[in-house]
């Protein structure tokens, strides 16, 4: 699975648009971008995935550029209760063994402030 | 509303004692995940199951970890002997067998003194 960047830490004001970038410049043609959060003391969190076209739902927005080796999670009114560790994940989505696995890195930590 | 359930959701231990941690998956899913976060590590994978068939433990330390699926509705993970190092939260994961999502559980909060 490719390896992904992103920033240690970010904050955003309250209510407004929080923009987490993410690097994965050696993914491949059948990689996903995923993106989990995890809030303190609690178990990761499914947001959003994608393979090349933006994709909305209730919880945020996935930008992924034409060339796929960059993508944004957009949260468009943060509020304080999305103050959490944001990971970026890719990997193969298929039904097939190991391909299941998410490979969690460090993350970014949105500190969302009032 | 569906959940992952683990139980207990903290235990404290001596070394050396056997620790079980349970896991119930959301029902319909059938694939089951075991993972672990600790300051130094992270979130690491130590063992995977689909139709309760463990597909990748090598994650899982092998000479005192064991993770079993009795029924579908059960996962387990055991450490015996228990060491202080095991200290950290797990976490059960469920999804469906091509969903691309996986629902995790609380956690369970273990500490080996």
């Known amino acids: 699975d490719a390896k992904t960047t992103q920033p240690p830490s970010m904050d955003c004001a309250e209510g407004r648009a929080a923009n987490l970038p993410c690097n994965h410049s050696?993914?491949?043609?059948?990689?996903?971008v995923y993106w989990y959060r995890q809030i303190h003391s609690q178990g990761p969190q499914y947001i959003i995935h994608?393979?090349?076209n933006n994709e909305t739902n209730e919880m945020a927005s996935l930008i992924i550029t034409e060339d796929r080796k960059s993508s944004t999670l957009i949260l468009p009114h943060a509020t304080l209760r999305d103050t959490a560790v944001y990971y970026c994940?890719?990997?193969?989505?298929?039904?097939?063994?190991?391909?299941?696995?998410?490979?969690f890195g460090t993350g970014t930590l949105l500190a969302v402030q009032p | 509303d569906a959940r992952v359930t683990q139980t207990p959701r903290h235990k404290v231990t001596e070394m050396g004692q056997e620790v079980t941690m349970r896991c119930q998956p959301i029902?319909?899913?059938?694939?089951v995940f075991w993972y672990r976060q600790t300051m130094m590590q992270g979130l690491e994978l130590l063992a995977y199951?689909?139709?309760?068939?463990?597909?990748?433990d090598s994650g899982m330390p092998k000479d005192r970890f064991s993770a079993e699926m009795p029924d579908a509705t059960l996962a387990t993970l055991k450490i015996q002997p228990s060491e202080p190092r095991d200290s950290a939260v797990y976490f059960c994961?469920?999804?469906?067998?091509?969903?691309?999502?996986?629902?995790f559980g609380p956690g369970t909060r273990l500490l080996v003194l």
């Open positions: 050696t993914i491949s043609g059948n990689e996903y």
């Open positions: 994961a469920s999804g469906p067998t091509r969903g691309e999502t996986q629902y």
């Open positions: 994940i890719v990997r193969v989505a298929t039904g097939g063994g190991a391909t299941n696995k998410l490979i």
């Open positions: 199951f689909r139709n309760r068939a463990p597909l990748d």
């Open positions: 994608g393979l090349k």
């Open positions: 029902l319909g899913h059938n694939t």
